[in-house]
């Protein structure tokens, strides 16, 4: 039998943004990534991160107005960081507050999406102030393989995307 090893990971989770479109003014979230830093599987601590993103809409050439949107995190694929080979997963979540309770998803099955409103002047973009979300990884049944393929520490990532949509929001 192989003792475990103690592991260090270094987790990276990157955000892309998906624009929406609403006649003549883009809608999209900038791109991140939040880095959980070195894990140590054998430590049993859980291991937060935080990261924030800005929406920044576009106004090509129509009149000024204001815009709702929705930042909505695609459930799948399953929150599991993985190493660049090999099958080892790290599972994790995003929650949208530091108590994390409210996961960020597409707002079903109990998740929760980032809403906002700005007005968008004509020829103009305007962005939203930054919107923190939080990352946690815990430790329960997380024990990577002591033979995984590269030595320690190994990167484990995962890209998600970020789905903004836009629709008028009253006054216009």
Known sequence: MTPH???IIC????LTAAPSALAGITCAASNTTVNFGPYDVL????LP???SIVVTCVNANVPSTRVAYTARLAIAPTRQMAPPVGSDR?????YLDAAHT???GDGTGG????TGQMRVRRNRSTTSPPINYYGLITPGGQDVSAASPAPPPTTYAQTLVVTVTC???NPC
């Not at 987790?11 to 990157?14: D, F, G, K, N, V």
């Not at 430590?43 to 859980?46: D, E, K, T």
């Not at 790290?90 to 995003?94: D, E, L, R, W």
């Open 90 to 94: 790290i599972a994790y979540q995003i």
């Open 11 to 14: 987790a990276a989770l990157t």
């Open 167 to 169: 629709t008028p929001a």
């Open 111 to 114: 998740t929760y999406v980032i």
């Open 43 to 46: 430590s049993g601590a859980m």
């Open 102 to 104: 409210q996961a960020w």
């Open 5 to 7: 090893r103690r592991w």
């Open 49 to 51: 991160a935080s990261g």
